[in-house]
């Protein structure tokens, strides 16, 4: 492969992995800016009436019980949203 091909690859590659991170960052702040619980917001969506307990429940379904460092670098954070979960 020649040198320039391998160049612009490089550069592409580095602009997909910053646009990636930059959009997962952004996420998170959107989510963490929101007025809305989003625990209580995924139980709504799945039932008319939200209980303190489902939402309890979802609250640790979704790891959000956990702190944002350890729901980030989790393992099962980068392989969900490898496989298209967001």
């Known amino acids: 492969m020649p040198r320039q091909t ?10 997909v992995l910053l646009t990636l991170f930059l959009v997962t960052l952004l996420s998170f ?3 963490r800016l929101s ?5 209580t917001a995924y139980v709504k969506r799945h039932s008319a ?3 303190e307990e489902q939402i ?3 609250w640790i379904e ?5 702190p ?4 980030v ?9 490898l496989e298209g979960y967001f």
């Open 68 to 71: 944002l460092p350890r729901r």
């Open 62 to 66: 979704l790891g959000l019980d956990k």
């Open 56 to 58: 309890e429940a979802a």
């Open 29 to 31: 702040l959107l989510m």
């Open 73 to 81: 670098a989790g393992k099962n954070f980068i392989f969900s949203r």
């Open 49 to 51: 009436i939200a209980t």
């Open 6 to 15: 391998a160049r612009y690859l490089g550069r592409k590659l580095a602009v």
């Open 35 to 39: 007025p809305v619980d989003p625990a």
